[in-house]
């Protein structure tokens, strides 16, 4: 029988290896194809896909299980649960761990049926021209996420990217896969740190439009800045959270 093909990784070792397969399957998962199979490889197979033990493989699929990402079988072998993470059975929360990890960025942000609503060259924001103070003019892209049984917006992404990397970009690439995927695995961008904010503030006019949610609602304001191996900032993504559907949650390692 054909099994699901995971994308490959890169291991940090100042990261647990088990939360680092465990995020970099859940991303691939996310982001499959409609076509693909549902079986995936063996415990064996996959320990040896990502280059670890086949206890640490375990404590990374039984991390996927726990979510209902997927469900194991005795004698049957490990499926993909095509109804999505559980977090849905949890009045739709789904709820973010990061510990550092970019594979963690692409999970948190995959497995939503994505509209590109916008693309093209813009103005650098005010309140972003730290990030770019060598450009007076970047590319912007807007995508508006939603979930794939309901139809409900989730959230409404805007990226700010460098042009020259912009230039790379395929459009239909951000229909399927997160930007930071895109920007790694499709560009070819050596991304050396990811620095996340997350703060609460109110749905504006047009945010409340998008998200379907009332005016002065609660949302989450997620601000992203890639940077590559040069230190250069790449990308800055601000997205809008709806405040019902996500938390975040921040494990620090000791």
Not at 23 to 30: C, D, E, M, V, W
Not at 220 to 238: N, Q
Request: charge should be negative; hydrophobic fraction near 35%.
């Amino acid at each position: 029988m054909t099994t699901f093909a995971p994308d490959s990784l890169a291991l940090n070792r100042k990261l647990p290896l088990w939360y680092q397969v465990s995020q970099s399957l859940r991303a691939s998962i996310l982001g499959r194809s409609p076509e693909a199979p549902l079986r995936l490889p063996t415990e064996d197979s996959l320990a040896a896909h990502y280059g670890v033990s086949v206890l640490t493989m375990r404590q990374a699929l039984k991390e996927l299980e726990t979510e209902g990402l997927i469900s194991r079988h005795r004698r049957r072998g490990t499926f993909i649960e095509p109804s999505g993470p559980g977090g849905r059975r949890n009045g739709g929360v789904a709820p973010v761990r990061l510990l550092g990890s970019v594979d963690a960025i692409v999970a948190q942000q995959s497995g939503m049926s994505t509209e590109l609503l916008e693309h093209g060259p813009t103005a650098v924001p005010s309140e972003l021209s730290e990030y770019f103070p060598d450009l007076a003019e970047v590319a912007g892209f807007r995508r508006l996420r939603s979930d794939e049984e309901t139809g409900e917006p989730t959230n409404h992404a805007c990226n700010y990217v460098r042009p020259e990397v912009a230039a790379a970009i395929d459009p239909a690439d951000l229909l399927r896969w997160p930007m930071t995927k895109v920007l790694r695995d499709a560009v070819g961008v050596r991304i050396s740190r990811i620095t996340d904010t997350v703060e609460a503030r109110l749905a504006d006019p047009e945010t409340a439009r998008l998200l379907q949610v009332p005016l002065l609602s609660p949302i989450l304001h997620y601000t992203g800045v890639t940077y590559d191996e040069d230190g250069r900032t790449v990308d800055v993504a601000r997205i809008h959270y709806r405040g019902d559907r996500f938390s975040f949650t921040v494990t620090m390692e000791a």
